[in-house]
T-cell receptor, first 112, second 115 residues
């Protein structure tokens, strides 16, 4: 049982480049989330999805896009990378209604 | 708006000593409360949760937390800390009505364990 799998683990981008962070879960969870974690700031929700075909903005969505074509996958897209997007990104999944979150191991992204 | 405060950014304890990590929340109704732990290079893992009922909640790895409504607190405790408990700990609060997308995390407390 793999749980939540994120790829890549590390990435360095130049300003203006684009990339997609991949996230897959095998627990048949309807809810999926993308968070970013900055030192001393806790976790901030970027986007979330309550099921295939449904996505919504979280607290800090600017500069990011998501899609949810299947229950299993929830990729996060950065179109024009900026230094402010340097962060550690975590994908998570859960059952509905305040069920505990299951996290992936994160992607550490540096934009220079 | 709901919020979570973890007053201690960094705590150092000796192995075998007791531990208490503080968490205060601001929320208008009865909240759902969680403690997560993050080991270096890993994602967050659920330690325990409080939804209702008994205000003393037991979790994994020998941790417990007590919900005190009058103090708006949900402090995490462990009687005897092990070196493997060194990690960062996050308190989170969510509404009793609503989904996990409304979960708010504290800024975390980093725990160092001295031998």
């Amino acid at each position: 049982n793999a749980g939540v799998t994120q790829t890549p683990k590390f990435r360095i981008l130049k300003i203006g480049q684009s990339m997609t962070l991949q996230c897959a879960q095998d627990m048949n969870h309807n809810y999926m989330y993308w968070y970013r974690q900055d030192p001393g700031m806790g976790l901030k929700l970027i986007y979330y999805s309550v099921g295939a075909g449904i996505t919504d903005k979280g607290e800090v969505p600017n500069g990011y896009n998501v899609s949810r074509s299947t229950t299993e996958d929830f990729p996060l897209r950065l179109e024009l990378a900026a230094p402010s997007q340097t962060s550690v990104y975590f994908c998570a999944s859960s059952y509905p209604m305040n069920s505990p979150l299951h996290f992936g191991n994160g992607t550490r992204l540096t934009v220079t | 708006a709901q919020s979570v405060t973890q007053p201690d950014i960094h705590i150092t304890v000796s192995e075998g000593a007791s531990l208490e990590l503080r968490c205060n929340y601001s929320y208008g109704a009865t909240p759902y409360l969680f403690w997560y732990v993050q080991s270096p290079g890993q994602g967050l893992q659920l330690l325990l949760k409080y939804f209702s009922g008994d205000t003393l909640v037991q979790g994994i790895k020998g941790f417990e937390a007590e919900f005190k409504r009058s103090q708006s607190s949900f402090n995490l405790r462990k009687p005897s800390v092990h070196w493997s408990d060194a990690a960062e700990y996050f308190c989170a609060v969510g509404p009793s009505q609503g989904g996990s997308e409304k979960l708010v995390f504290g800024k975390g407390t980093k725990l160092t364990v001295n031998p």
